[in-house]
């Protein structure tokens, strides 16, 4: 190794690298920045316009992309003619590139950022360098980040030279850099459009996980490059073991409902279903009555919570078994009293309830994506339609946050509630009438008492047999989109048992 092209915007750990390359007798060709920073440290660079013959021109938007440099780069040491090339140009080649970028997502991301400046910080030259390095990294070593560093210069100590090994795991890591930076450049240039012609996104992976649904599955969790408002984005775990693939995705599942219910609030879920919800005057109260619901199904559940938990409401989760607790804030005595059940994940939500309500559904199936806009936000009173019999005040409100809840839960879905609270919840049922069945049947389990209770159903009863079934439990209003060719025959039984029924016109099927 001869020589080293460096120009990076990050500056950690470069003057380092570079006395480290400088003591193993690599000459340093260096850009701009990067080469007063390099002989600020008093080491010997060669500025890129000594190499090139042209200075830096239109406000810095052309340095790199030169023959002398990009030539360099790319001509492979075992091919004569290129050799000959080089030669008849009077090019060095260039042994190793170290690169990386403009901070394009981090400007992207901050509040009041103007397009231009945006679009100046969008990177050509250096993707362009990182990109031709890695192309030819049998011939030229490609480093796109400073957690580098330290493992390319041990191997030059040991043995004089990097490994085929490790240049192919750079030249992955430098593709995945470049793919990943023009994806975010894509993805803003394609903001508030849900349905894209070409679809280009990125992942970093943010933690593996022991395990994924079952234990002989690996699985990581990988954070979408670009979101600030990612599952765990402004999440701080206060104890217990780390998260695991089951734990995060019924998290997700609690996170989006309790997203959409005015709190106090608490959602417990378990298997990415609902089995408790429910709005209090406090936060302890909705807790206590989320977990009433259905409290054999909350064992070993993921609870979330929209206000902080005081030490009252601590002793009360301590009673019980929790995977994760996520909520924002908790008393000094209430992570006291949690500390007493180590295995409980308790996670201290800094930002409450961040989403991105924008970005699109997308769902792997064999060889493609399906890809929908998100299913989300309230549906408003004003659009729905009372069919038969009288809503009350009280009524429209327990109809609507059971219209709130049943949004999450696998289709068929049944959702039965009360004062604000969910008491019989049917999940993911291939009949309707069959989810009517265990909502009624979960209800009856623990005591809660039907009569005057409302119903939701996700999509249109097609027959009249699960409505009635509620009815003969007493509830006294069902609330469901409608749209079926049979809705004069389900519209005359609710009406014949002297209860009332809302129509939707919107459906909430989850797969």
């Not at 679009?119 to 990182?130: K, T």
């Not at 078994?321 to 500390?339: I, K, M, N, R, W």
Request: aromatic fraction near 6%.
């Amino acid at each position: 190794m001869r020589r080293a092209l460096l120009s990076t915007y990050d500056k950690t750990g470069l003057v380092a690298f570079a006395q480290g390359l400088a003591s193993a007798e690599v000459e340093l060709l260096a850009s701009g920045g990067t080469a007063q920073v390099l002989r600020e440290a008093g080491l010997d660079v060669v500025p890129l316009e000594e190499l090139t013959g042209f200075q830096e021109m239109l406000g810095h938007r052309v340095v790199t992309l030169h023959p002398a440099v990009h030539g360099g780069i790319l001509a492979r040491r075992d091919v004569p003619g290129d050799l000959d090339d080089l030669e008849r140009h009077g090019i060095a080649p260039i042994d190793l590139v170290c690169v990386n970028l403009y901070p394009f997502e981090e400007t992207v991301g901050r509040l009041g950022v103007t397009w231009q400046a945006a679009v100046e910080q969008i990177d050509v030259g250096g993707p362009a360098m990182l990109r031709a390095a890695a192309k030819n990294h049998a011939h030229v070593v490609p480093i796109c980040r400073p957690e580098d560093y330290g493992p390319v210069l041990d191997e030059l100590r040991r043995v004089g030279d990097v490994s085929e090994e490790t240049r192919r795991a750079l030249a992955l890591r430098a593709f995945a850099t470049t793919a990943a930076y023009d994806a975010a450049v894509a993805g803003w240039l394609s903001r508030g459009e849900p349905l894209p012609e070409l679809l280009v996104s990125a992942h970093e992976r943010a933690a593996e996980l022991s395990y994924g649904e079952n234990p002989h599955q690996r699985a990581a969790y990988y954070v979408e490059r670009g979101s600030r408002t990612h599952l765990l984005s402004r999440v701080e775990q206060l104890q217990g073991k780390p998260l695991s693939f089951n734990n995060l995705n019924d998290l997700s599942a609690a996170r989006e409902l309790i997203g959409e219910l005015a709190g106090p609030a608490c959602v417990i879920v378990k298997h990415a279903n609902p089995c408790g919800a429910a709005l209090g005057a406090t936060a302890e109260k909705a807790y206590g009555k989320a977990l009433a619901a259905d409290p054999v199904s909350a064992f070993g559940g993921v609870v979330v919570l929209d206000g902080a938990v005081s030490a009252a409401l601590g002793e009360a989760l301590a009673e019980q078994f929790v995977e994760v607790l996520l909520a924002p804030g908790y008393d000094e005595q209430a992570t006291e009293a949690l500390s007493r059940k180590q295995g409980t994940r308790v996670l201290n939500d800094l930002e409450r309830r961040a989403s991105d309500l924008a970005a699109p559904d997308v769902r792997r199936v064999v060889g493609g994506l399906l890809v929908q806009e998100p299913d989300r936000g309230p549906d408003l009173r004003d659009g729905m339609d009372v069919v038969c019999g009288e809503v009350a005040d009280e009524t429209w409100r327990d109809l609507l946050f059971a219209w709130t809840v049943v949004k999450h839960v696998t289709s068929n879905a049944i959702v039965i509630a009360t004062d604000g609270a969910t008491i019989g919840i049917g999940a993911g049922q291939m009949s309707r009438v069959d989810a009517v069945r265990i909502a009624l049947a979960k209800a009856r389990e623990h005591g809660h008492e039907t009569v005057g209770a409302v119903l939701a159903s996700d999509a249109f009863f097609p027959f009249a047999d699960g409505p009635a079934l509620a009815l003969e439990a007493g509830v006294a209003a069902l609330i469901q989109p409608g749209g079926s060719k049979r809705d004069d025959e389900v519209i005359a039984a609710v009406r014949d048992a002297g209860s009332a029924m809302v129509f939707t016109h919107r459906r909430h099927f989850r797969h």
